[in-house]
């Protein structure tokens, strides 16, 4: 199974840019590249995925790199609500359904944002 | 839509004792995953079913037993709870879209074992 490494913790200042990496590097053809955060004392939420290009939404960005070995997961703008643990999955679209679907998570990077 | 609920919130066992975990999901989503996240550390897969009537072991399945009811509920055993079971219990489910999949969290379980 393909795996992802981030940072442990980062820190970023409230209202500036924050680049969130994770690193693929045997990442396969067929794998989405999925960030979850979760807040304290929460489940999980879903922020954005991507398979090639780079994707945006209401939460955030995604840059993907063009060899695919690597993503950033942009907040443009960070309040302390975003602080949170970020996690960078890779679920490949072949194992849909099937017994082979387990969606590993790692530790995640523990995002502060100092206000 | 309630999405993903659990039952209970929180729950203390003694050791030995047996409980299930409750998740249902109202989203007519196939697959539902069953995680456990001890104090300061990131989710572990325990079962997971990709469809109904299908389960398959996780990480840490050790301790644990799952049934699958139908499409909507998946639960989770504990035929004999151990301290080392003192967790947070986090139920999931996955929607299945062309243009990708995206999981769906409950709001946990936590669960004490004295």
């Known amino acids: 199974d393909a795996k992802t490494t981030q940072p442990n913790s980062m820190e970023s200042n409230e209202e500036e840019p924050v680049h969130l990496p994770c690193n693929h590097s045997?990442?396969?053809?067929?794998?989405?590249i999925h960030w979850y955060r979760q807040l304290p004392s929460q489940g999980p939420e879903y922020v954005i995925h991507?398979?090639?290009s780079n994707v945006n939404n209401r939460m955030a960005s995604l840059a993907i790199a063009e060899d695919r070995k690597s993503s950033t997961l942009i907040l443009h703008r960070a309040t302390l609500r975003d602080a949170a643990v970020y996690y960078c999955i890779l679920r490949d679209v072949r194992n849909r359904g099937t017994s082979y679907d387990k969606v590993i998570f790692g530790p995640g990077t523990s995002l502060s944002v100092i206000p | 839509n309630a999405g993903v609920t659990q039952t209970p919130k929180f729950q203390v066992l003694k050791t030995g004792q047996s409980m299930t975990l409750q998740c249902a999901q109202d989203?007519?989503?196939?697959?539902m995953y069953w995680y456990r996240q001890d104090p300061g550390m990131g989710l572990r897969l325990i079962y997971y079913s990709a469809s109904e009537g299908t389960t398959d072991k996780g990480e840490v399945p050790n301790g644990y037993n799952v049934s699958r009811l139908n499409k909507r509920e998946f639960s989770l055993r504990l035929e004999s709870a151990a301290p080392s079971q003192t967790s947070v219990y986090f139920c999931?489910?996955?929607?299945?879209?062309?243009?990708?999949?995206?999981?769906?969290f409950g709001p946990g379980t936590r669960l004490t074992v004295l």
């Open positions: 045997t990442i396969s053809g067929t794998d989405y």
């Open positions: 991507g398979l090639t």
């Open positions: 999931a489910s996955t929607s299945r879209l062309p243009e990708g999949d995206t999981q769906y």
């Open positions: 989203m007519n989503h196939n697959s």
